[in-house]
């Protein structure tokens, strides 16, 4: 069985080496839509295969990283990333360019390493990551699965070359989650939500 939460942030970035000119040399944003799918043969105690309500903890925080934010890619030109650092109190840095393909692989990254490391308490089983769709337009998105944010073939990303900003890190509940997930350090969901 699958099941989708939907979470919304708005972004701003640059995708460079895109086809498009707009795109590709000049600051713009996007209205971003996430949808999260899990996937289960099992359901939990309360019959369902994931209760939604754990998916407003951790993982809406990872995702709401990336709102009001600047999403900069580690590889753009150093003087270009050092101003918008500077300008900027929310910036995410990748270490790919944050087209909505990437996107995709880097939030199913973080996720997925995140549900590795929670132990659950009500009856949870085989919960697994099904994917991460990115819509970035109302008519156009990327849909990423566990292949694609794994793959070689596409570019290795590791969790260590994601880095957020302090001011980012400043709103989470725990300033040290990320380290926390990078470390692989265990979650345990709560009993009531």
């Not at 295969?49 to 030109?77: C, N, P, R």
């Not at 990333?81 to 393909?101: G, I, N, Y």
């Not at 995140?114 to 337009?137: A, D, M, P």
Request: proline residues 2%; hydrophobic residues 40%.
């Amino acid at each position: 069985m699958l099941i989708r939460k939907l979470f919304k942030f708005e972004n701003a970035h640059i995708v460079r080496g895109c086809t498009s000119q707009r795109c590709r040399a000049s600051l713009h944003g996007h209205s971003y839509k996430i949808e999260i799918l899990f996937e289960s043969n099992y359901l939990d105690n309360g019959q369902m295969v994931y209760d939604f309500g754990l998916m407003k903890q951790h993982m809406k925080e990872l995702i709401d990283s990336f709102d009001h934010a600047v999403t900069l890619w580690d590889g753009d030109d150093s003087e270009y990333l050092d101003d918008m650092k500077k300008h900027s109190d929310r910036w995410v840095q990748l270490p790919v360019s944050p087209s909505a393909e990437q996107f995709s692989r880097v939030i199913f990254l973080m996720l997925d390493a995140l549900l590795k490391l929670t132990s659950t308490v009500n009856g949870e089983r085989e919960v697994k990551l099904h994917s991460v769709i990115v819509h970035e337009t109302d008519t156009g998105y990327a849909q990423g699965f566990e292949e694609d944010a794994y793959s070689e073939i596409m570019g290795k990303i590791a969790l260590d070359e994601i880095v957020f900003s302090d001011g980012v890190k400043a709103e989470w509940q725990d300033p040290q989650l990320f380290e926390k997930i990078k470390s692989k350090t265990t979650f345990i969901n709560p009993k009531t939500v």
